[in-house]
């Protein structure tokens, strides 16, 4: 985006487009708190929850209980900042490849983890206190559609951060492109690592990572805008 803050339109009226830059910065401003923000929210509860354990219970857990909606406001509020990083980043990119589905694909991250804050998980693992071990035998409909929350939100993750790879590698930002890429396979290989027993802790570490990527683009973004 240029940095001009005027342009000249055809009859020769300045037109002001300051503004519009602010919005764009303000937008992936709001994208690059969304990683810091909802890491320091479940930090504070993986101290405070009690019965909560991280080597056994998902995230998705802490939307659970008396305290719940701390984690469901969580979870809605950071998707709503990915939305936000998104919208900045469609501003941003010029033409070229990811432009269309960089943003779209970020969007879909935002959607998923909007979904997962919405729509609450059956209580199951022992989690909250007193629910039997196990994975529940019958599924409510609003566990079905939490279900369904992380592996959209992952899956957009991974293919935005792929498309901007390529974007990246195109325009010989190699720093940029290594760090896309690897952003990607890691994740990937965290989630589908064969055990079980850690899966909430490997589920839990690919989260932050991506979170990473996002505020790391959208700091990089907005120092271009």
Known sequence: MEQNVSVSTRTGDAVDIAPAIRRTRTLLLAGAAAGPLFTVVVAGQLLTREG??????????????????????????????????????????????????????????????????????????????????????????????HAVAPPLAFTA???????????????????????????????????AWPDQDSASVRLAVASGIGFCWTTAIAVHLRGRA
């Open 157 to 191: 993750l991974v293919a935005a951060s792929l498309v901007l790879t390529r974007r990246f590698a195109r325009n010989r930002q190699r720093g940029w492109a290594f760090y896309s890429a690897a952003t990607a396979v890691v994740a990937v290989v965290l989630s």
């Open 52 to 145: 909560f354990d991280l080597a056994h219970h998902p995230l998705s857990l802490l939307s659970l209980g008396d305290l719940g909606w701390i984690q469901v406001g969580n979870f809605v509020v950071a998707g709503a900042l990915v939305l936000a990083l998104a919208a900045g980043i469609r501003r941003t990119l010029a033409d070229g490849p990811g432009r269309t589905w960089g943003p779209v694909l970020v969007a879909g991250y935002g959607v998923g983890l909007v979904m997962g804050g919405v729509f609450l998980p059956d209580p199951g693992l022992g989690y909250p206190p007193g629910t039997p071990d196990g994975i529940p035998d019958d599924f409510t409909w609003h566990g079905i559609l």
